[in-house]
């Protein structure tokens, strides 16, 4: 006997051993924010994200830009171009000259007739290096649209971020006050460890009295056992907690929280956070944005109803044997409209305007869910509210139960079970008590994640009327 009492010792000896070792750096929950908002791989993903959209913009910019190209060429023809060619008649004149009586010298007539009668307009092979620009006048209003949908983009990429570090906010929310429950339920279990030795001792020492039986000592014992079991399980839930915080920070660290769990009697009407999330929510934001760019889209499909108008130019930089008479620079404008195109327009607008007609059913639906989802979660908060309190009595109840059962049981009048039952209904009463608090800062967050205003948690939690469970 005296072994396994000395077994159970050094067992919970090891445990709160290992408990120890696992506090680590202090760590309050704004500074558990602020690290998230420094270090946590969204934040990058947001910058890039609204860089490229910013990029983006420029790209659509540039649409009302001259285009300025750089271009060369070598050409090789069939034959030359001849502008004319009296080389067929020369005969016929050699004819006509001894009649016609005129008296030419003989090296002229001769020269002349070998001369060459035609004239070439262009050469067999040329080459040439010119710039050409366009610049574009009017586009039916196409560029214009471009150019707000890009700037609607740009606002829906930061709706887009917000409500990424809005998701990060109740994520930390969860972990760091997951750490800070897991943390006191390892408390809690240590008390019920020690609670179930202390019972051992004393049916050790009533077995040996002769007022218990083996039985019920032997009961005692395995229940210290499994309580030492529901301590290890609770120390393996904190080392998962602080790789899932270190994690949401983005920055390892062995961190503990020593910012409190609480609940708050005051924290609002149902009212209020429905309004809340009506003006901004995220989800109903980026609504907002679709059906923006779904009317600009509109307008840029019916652009192609219109006639389009460039500005051009081109000037001639080198050339090689290219006739004299082309121009050495040209500049114009050009005009396109399309007249008929196998009715491409017609469906193109058509399909637009039944986006805009989805992303307003979409809206529609959007509203009705996120008026559920906070009802849902305001109803959660209040649930876990008044759990909290009743807890109160459950615990008041359980402990002055257990001292009865402990009193009774030293003096013969109740079982060994009385009082392990009794431990293990306090502990649970206490463990519940922690994990409405939790509950209530869970939900609280995520209620105001839907409102679109998750940094007010700070604010509600830091009230006059809060109660911090510690």
Not at 288 to 294: E, G, H, I, T, V
Not at 413 to 426: E, G, M, Y
Not at 433 to 449: I, T, V
Request: proline share 2%; net charge neutral; aromatic share 8%.
């Amino acid at each position: 006997m005296k072994r396994t009492i000395l077994l159970f010792t050094l067992l919970f000896g090891a445990i709160d051993g290992a408990i120890g070792q696992q506090k680590g750096v202090p760590l309050t929950f704004e500074n558990a924010i602020d690290i998230a908002m420094a270090h946590n791989k969204q934040i990058d993903i947001n910058f890039y994200n609204e860089e490229i959209k910013l990029k983006q913009k420029k790209v659509a910019a540039s649409l009302r830009s001259p285009t300025i190209s750089l271009s060369a060429s070598i050409v090789h023809l069939a034959d030359d171009i001849v502008a004319f060619d009296f080389n067929e008649y020369k005969p016929m004149v050699a004819g006509l000259l001894p009649s016609s009586g005129i008296q030419l010298p003989e090296n002229l007539v001769t020269k002349f007739m070998n001369s060459d009668w035609s004239h070439t307009f262009q050469e067999q092979n040329f080459a040439t290096v010119g710039v050409t620009a366009t610049m574009p006048i009017f586009m039916g209003g196409k560029i214009n649209a471009a150019n707000e949908a890009a700037r609607i983009e740009i606002t829906a990429q930061n709706v887009v971020s917000q409500q990424k570090l809005s998701e990060l906010y109740s994520e930390v929310v969860e972990r760091y006050y997951g750490l800070a429950l897991a943390l006191q339920v390892v408390e809690v279990r240590k008390k019920v460890h020690e609670g179930m030795q202390q019972h051992l001792s004393d049916a050790i020492r009533l077995e040996r009295s002769g007022m218990i039986s083996k039985v019920d000592r032997l009961h005692i014992q395995v229940k210290v056992s499994e309580a030492a079991s529901e301590l290890q399980k609770a120390q393996m839930v904190i080392n998962t907690l602080h790789s899932a915080l270190s994690a949401s920070l983005g920055k390892n660290g062995n961190y503990t929280p020593i910012s409190q769990m609480f609940v708050l009697s005051n924290f609002g009407d149902l009212g209020t956070y429905q309004a809340m999330s009506m003006e901004n929510n995220y989800q109903l934001k980026q609504v907002d944005m679709k059906q923006k760019l779904a009317h600009q889209s509109l307008k840029a499909e019916r652009a192609a109803y219109y006639p389009h108008i460039v500005a051009m130019g081109g000037y001639d930089v080198y050339n090689y044997q290219l006739t004299n008479l082309a121009p050495k620079w040209v500049v114009g404008a050009g005009v396109k409209f399309t007249i008929f195109n196998g009715l491409n327009r017609e469906f193109k607008v058509s399909t637009a305007k039944s986006t805009i007609k989805m992303v307003e059913a979409v809206k529609s639906k959007a509203i009705t869910d996120i008026g559920v989802l906070v009802e849902k979660q305001f109803n959660e908060v209040a649930m876990s509210y008044q759990n909290f309190m009743m807890s109160e009595a459950t615990i008041e109840f359980a402990t002055e139960y257990l001292r009865v059962k402990n009193l009774a049981f030293k003096e013969g009048s109740a079982t060994a079970t009385d009082v392990t039952d009794a431990i293990l209904n306090l502990s649970k009463a206490k463990i519940d008590r922690l994990n409405y608090a939790y509950n209530f800062d869970k939900q609280l967050a995520k209620l105001l994640e839907s409102c679109g205003d998750s940094f007010r948690f700070s604010q509600i939690k830091n009230k006059p009327s809060t109660t911090i469970i510690d």
